[in-house]
């Protein structure tokens, strides 16, 4: 719990140039040294104390090189934690320092507590007596805080379905153990390798379902990369603030990193939306006067939605003209705003205008058609799948990582019951999946398994 | 009129299975002890059912024995049939399980009680406690004795304010009629112990000679018998068979029609049952869809024709259960001998004590078994051996003796019973070990002699005999480890005979050893060892090199466990003066007094915030002690 290695992201969130992932703990070096190709034959567990290697991070699993990094060693006692520490100078930017932490604590790190580096400093004699209170205060209040985040999380599908799991893992390992505990018994079934390679195939292909859906998370990471375009005075600042009070921003889905409210993004109805340059907006008001049209046109390229603003008491202007043409092919949610006022826009060339995409019309001064305008992006969204509503997105470090862990484990478990190993036995690895189920809601109670054996058997002498 | 009778080191109350374990243990360290039980003629006596072991408490009776208790010995010496159960499994859930003959069983016990030479073996009923300053000075019996002692140890099972219900009949009783223990109860009670009631049941026996067991299937023994103790090197061949047969619709119906006059659902019963452990009534309510029962015709003993029909729990009626018994293929003529009923008795709620049995509340004072609100046999040993041996020690000014819950099955059973209390009646099972392929029936004996010895329970010629077999055991893994087998052309023969692939190089001895197909016969006929191994040697390395890895990975638990143990919470820790405790997290602290940050994690209600908080303020009192140096 406390001598475990642990690992977090310890530089800001933000678009800095460089992140840093920070391990500390006996296996740090180890940890670092399994990812870590250096220059030649170098190896972390051979270098120096205090000294930096340059290198890339390779993920074992595919070899595949996913970082360049710069990783500083530093070996205990003299280190902030007065444990073993490694540093991992990455790439900024949200998705390459969130892939290597998911590499690190995929290899062996667990993801730090908040407040945790301070902590181990604390416990390992580095920090005196006087910030003692001060740090019990922190962890109180940032794990009250972290819980409070995971407990609005638990209310997602993801519980759900992470529930159904582990029930279907639970009901298995029931079995299991009513055959150890009460072998003579003849109304239960023998559970078999063939049905425990079932089992164990479909909670594989189940967890591979949930980190595929982590995969394209760069959009849930880093949000869905919104541009809101349109004629000054339209509405643009109405429709931001509009987005951001209804939803309020994202906190940071990583417990331990000090992100906190930003506002540039915002989660509609689960999709959240990183909304690019929105300081320019609120500044100038017009984003394609301020930058340019060439310029304004690379923004909207790299956009993964467009918000066009068009404004219901105006007449269309070659400006909009332009600007549809500008996005023309792009995922665009046309917004008719100031409905409020007496129409002047031809609303029949705008439908031509718009045939290829949602049109949606508001008033944001009277909160009218906001509801619509959320559908329709969380709509354009979650189109392409069949059936939108069972999709479960992942987006929390923390919760990759352990369903990581908990696939390794059932791989484990597949690897032992298809090599014959005997069923109480690969039974460990079952129940390591279901306990790592279990640490993404926050349930681990082992009291269960008994209850489940007594609900589901007729047992007794 | 009250008087003095003596004074001894330790004082058991009880010579049940756990007063029995105690009694010995306390003295064969060298502790004078007495053992008082209400009648003589019960010592050991088994009230349910006459087997001793199967899944997770076979693994106990190894432990006691291990440990240098009697269980295994005893039940080695009386048994009518014994089987190893799970074979077919892995080696981690194997168990033995022996049908007793009840009554050589608890002669035998009585016998080695008996002549054991610290020892005395005394009837009397205690009725209360000597106490002085919260601390346990004597006990003093019905008939006015009075004796003091050092340390004193209550097994009182199933006794304290013990009641049988028996359909509409309520009446006051210890098991098997015997007299109840009402005012040592009361007494506990005076004290300040928190006491819950629990309730148990037993089926009734009928006489073997009016069974017909030809419409039964026979269930005999194993062929080749193993033994619990280490020790043993006798084995009885000649066993008795047990006999299946089934409950059907008629026995449903019966129960359906009168389930208004079961004690269960009338309201009657008001104590907690265990739920591994149900009726019939119970199980025909609950499991409705299920068309027939499992009933097991249990012989229960050599000299007499009593059978017990295990399945057939039941606390009706005594006419409902000569007809229910009537319904059972076999059992149409059978004539019952004695009637099933349910018992209820005073249990005390296991947080009260220390991981040591000490009871918190008064100073040596121990109690152990079912008085803890276990049940079986062998729960009750275990802890009984456990109460012993530290009662013994504290008269003799040693210091405790504790297991953890990665050293055995018996360190499971008691740290549960202390951190997590109990809500009915409990009983191990191999689920509520986290590292049971560490605690397996075959090496109890790797785990717990030298533990045994060093407390003075392993004799030093049983000693030398297992540190021979460990380095057996360890030589015959090196020459495993460092010898490669080559591909020749017999060796790819028999591995081709058994299904495997074949090698494409030399191979360790010990990687081909771990191949599923292969044992370890298989790799001795390719490369026999030069001195000869018996089976437990054999069985030791074949099962250390086959699950290597997954014994490596419960090793790695276990190491971060020990770390959490190591971190230990004073005794004098006062909780309320920690900030940041969640309220709850705060009283089960205060309850519980764990005595360790592992310990204390395993507390429910209590969070891993908590937790850090706890080991912030722990290690904050130590930096403060050492500024004040």
């Known amino acids: 719990m406390q001598l475990d290695t642990i690992a977090a992201i310890s530089t800001p969130m933000g678009e800095g140039a460089i992140a840093i992932v920070r391990l500390s703990g006996e296996e740090a070096i180890n940890i670092a040294g399994k990812l870590f190709q250096g220059v030649g034959e170098k190896r972390l567990t051979d270098v120096a104390s205090h000294t930096i290697h340059y290198g890339h991070l390779i993920d074992p699993k595919t070899n595949e090189v996913i970082e360049e990094v710069m990783v500083s060693v530093m070996k205990a006692p003299k280190t902030f934690t007065k444990e073993n520490v490694v540093e991992i100078n990455c790439h900024g930017g949200l998705v390459s320092v969130n892939r290597v932490l998911q590499l690190v604590l995929n290899a062996g790190a667990r993801l730090a507590e908040p407040g945790e580096f301070t902590k181990r400093a604390f416990l390992n004699g580095r920090i005196d007596l006087s910030q003692a209170e001060a740090v019990m205060d922190l962890i109180r209040a940032k794990t009250d805080r972290a819980m409070n985040v995971a407990l609005g999380q638990m209310e997602g599908r993801l519980s759900k379905l992470i529930q159904r799991l582990r029930q279907e893992i639970l009901e298995t390992l029931a079995h299991v153990e009513v055959n150890i505990d009460y072998p003579e018994y003849d109304d239960v079934e023998e559970m078999t390798h063939k049905l425990l390679i079932e089992k164990a195939s479909y909670v594989k292909k189940e967890i591979e379902k949930l980190l595929q859906t982590s995969q394209q998370g760069k959009i849930l990471r880093e949000g869905l990369s919104t541009v809101i375009v349109g004629r000054p005075n339209v509405g643009k600042s109405s429709l931001l603030n509009s987005l951001v009070q209804e939803n309020k921003a994202i906190v940071t889905d990583i417990p331990g990193t000090t992100r906190d409210v930003i506002e540039e993004y915002v989660n509609v109805r689960g999709v959240p939306l990183r909304l690019l340059d929105t300081a320019g907006i609120r500044e100038t008001e017009d984003i394609v006067e301020r930058i340019g049209v060439e310029r304004s046109r690379q923004v909207l390229k790299e956009a993964d939605l467009i918000l066009l603003v068009l404004n219901y008491a105006d007449e269309l202007t070659l400006e909009d003209e332009n600007i549809f043409a500008a996005v023309e092919g792009m995922d665009v949610i046309v917004i008719v705003n100031k409905t409020d006022l007496p129409q002047k826009i031809n609303l029949e060339r705008v439908e031509e205008l718009a045939k290829h995409h949602k049109l949606v019309t508001t008033s944001l001064l009277e909160d009218v058609g906001v509801d619509e305008l959320e559908e329709a992006i969380a709509s354009l969204f979650f189109a392409g799948s069949i059936d939108s509503g069972d999709i479960t997105y992942v987006s929390n470090s923390r919760h990759i990582a352990l369903l990581n862990q908990a696939l390794q484990s059932i791989e484990e478990a597949l690897e032992g019951v298809q090599a014959g190993v005997p069923i109480d036995i690969v039974q460990i690895d079952y129940i390591k999946t279901w306990e790592l189920l279990g640490e993404i809601i926050g349930e681990s109670v082992h009291d269960s398994l008994i209850n489940q054996l007594f609900s589901q058997f007729c047992l007794g002498k | 009129m009250q008087y003095e009778a003596g004074n001894y080191d330790v004082i058991v109350i009880g010579a049940g299975h756990a007063g029995a374990e105690a009694g010995l243990a306390a003295a064969r360290q060298g502790a004078k002890t007495l053992v008082l039980t209400i009648n003589l003629d019960m010592v050991a006596f088994m009230p349910c059912n006459p087997s001793i072991g199967g899944p997770a408490k076979g693994i106990v009776v190894r432990e006691i024995d291990a440990l240098g208790g009697e269980m295994g010995k005893n039940i ?507 309220t709850e997290a705060r009283q089960k602290l205060k309850t519980v007094h764990p005595l360790s940050i592992a310990q204390a994690s395993r507390i429910s209600g209590v969070n891993p915030a908590d937790i850090s908080i706890l080991l912030v303020y722990l290690e904050q009192g130590k930096i403060a002690r050492v500024s004040n140096e």
């Not at chain 2, 018992?343 to 009871?359: C, G, K, M, R, S």
């Not at chain 2, 086959?546 to 419960?554: C, D, H, M, Q, W």
Request: charged content about 30%; proline content about 5%.
């Open chain 2, 76 to 582: 080695d010496k009386t048994y009518i049939q014994m089987r190893m159960l799970n074979t077919g499994k892995g080696p981690a859930v194997r168990a033995l399980r022996a049908q007793a003959d009840k009554f050589a069983y608890q002669h035998e016990m009585k016998k080695t009680l008996e002549n054991e030479p610290n020892l005395t073996l005394v009837q009397g009923m205690v009725e209360s406690l000597i106490i002085e300053d919260d601390t346990c000075k004597g006990v003093i019996t019905k008939t006015g004795a009075m004796y003091y002692s050092k340390t004193v140890i209550i097994t009182t099972g199933t006794f304290l304010r013990g009641e049988i219900i028996l359909g509409e009949l309520k009446y006051s009783s210890g098991p098997n009629n015997q007299q109840p223990s009402i005012k040592l109860s009361e007494h506990l009670e005076e004290l300040g112990f928190e006491l819950v009631r629990f309730k148990t049941g037993t089926p009734p026996r009928v006489n073997g000679n009016t069974i017909d067991y030809s419409k039964t299937e026979i269930q005999p023994g194993d062929e080749n018998p193993r033994a619990f103790s280490y020790e043993t090197t006798k084995y009885i061949t000649d066993q008795l068979p047990c006999w299946l047969t089934y409950t059907n619709e008629f026995t449903h119906q019966i129960i359906d029609a009168n389930l208004h006059r079961s004690p269960m659902y009338s309201g009657m019963i008001k104590a907690t049952g265990a739920r591994y452990c149900p009726s019939i009534e119970d199980k025909v309510v609950r499991f409705n869809d299920k068309p027939r029962h499992q009933i097991f015709l249990e012989p229960e003993g050599r000299n007499t024709e009593e059978v017990y029909v295990q399945g057939l729990s039941t606390s009706l009626p005594e006419d409902i259960q000569h007809q229910l018994i009537r319904t059972v293929p076999g059992l149409e003529q059978a004539q019952m001998m004695r009637p099933g009923y349910a018992i209820e008795y005073d249990a005390i709620v296991p947080n009260q004590l220390w991981p040591t049995l000490e009871t918190k509340k008064i100073k040596n004072l121990y109690t152990a078994g079912q008085i803890n609100g276990t049940s079986g046999y062998e729960e009750a040993a275990g802890q009984g051996l456990m109460a012993g041996i530290n009662a013994g020690r504290r008269a003799l000014g040693k210091d405790e003796l504790i297991l953890s819950r990665s050293d055995a099955y018996i360190g499971v059973l008691i740290d549960d019973l202390v951190t997590k209390g109990t809500n009915e009646p409990y009983r191990l099972l191999t689920s509520r070990a986290e590292y049971r392929l560490l605690l397996r029936h075959d090496n109890a004996d790797m785990r717990l002699t030298e533990i045994g010895h060093k407390i003075g329970l392993i004799s030093e010629e049983r000693y030398q005999k297992f540190l021979a077999k460990k380095e057996k055991i360890e030589a015959e893994r090196e020459r495993l480890q460092s010898t490669i087998i080559k591909p020749k052309k017999e060796v790819q023969e028999l591995i081709k005979s058994l299904g495997g692939s074949e090698l494409k190089d030399g191979i360790k001895a010990s990687d081909l050893l771990k191949r599923p197909e292969m044992s370890y016969a298989h790799i001795a006929q390719i490369i026999p060892s030069e001195v000869e191994l018996d089976d437990e040697v054999i069985e030791q390395v074949e099962i250390q090199i086959k699950y290597e890895g997954y014994i490596e990975k419960s090793l790695q638990q276990v190491e971060r466990l020990k770390k959490m143990e190591n971190k230990k919470i004073p005794i004098d820790i006062d909780y309320e003066a920690i900030n940041g405790l969640a």
